[in-house]
């Protein structure tokens, strides 16, 4: 499985940006997926979660209310829609999907940059 994740760049405080996470021909079905971030410095944190069918999401609670994640699987791809940034959103987002939680299949990063 290969996820190429895009959407990140440059926002002001209040902004927003979407993300999308697309997967390869070869994903197979049934894989959850997720939404990782790291901030320089600071260890990777789980940012949200969606089961396969998207009827189960998982938000941490710095982004409840202002994040959601979304799926269309007959398009192979995750989005995850970021409103009211804020400067503490800054870091580089990698997408992930696997069985249940164990996220074995990442995408390459894509850079958030939230500016004051």
């Known amino acids: 499985v290969q996820l190429q994740a895009s959407g990140g760049g440059l926002a002001q405080a209040g902004g927003s940006l979407r993300l999308s996470c697309a997967a390869s021909?070869?994903?197979?079905?049934?894989?959850?997926a997720a939404w990782f971030r790291q901030a320089p410095g600071k260890e990777r944190e789980l940012v949200a979660d969606?089961?396969?069918?998207?009827?189960?999401?998982y938000y941490v609670a710095s982004v409840q209310g202002r994040f959601t994640i979304s799926r269309d699987n007959a398009k192979k791809t995750v989005y995850l829609q970021m409103n009211s940034l804020k400067p503490e959103d800054t870091a580089v987002y990698y997408c992930?999907?696997?069985?249940?939680?164990?996220?074995?299949?990442w995408g390459q990063g894509t850079l958030v940059t939230v500016s004051s």
């Open positions: 992930a999907a696997g069985p249940g939680s164990r996220y074995i299949y």
């Open positions: 021909r070869r994903t197979s079905s049934g894989l959850a």
């Open positions: 969606i089961s396969w069918s998207g009827g189960t999401a």
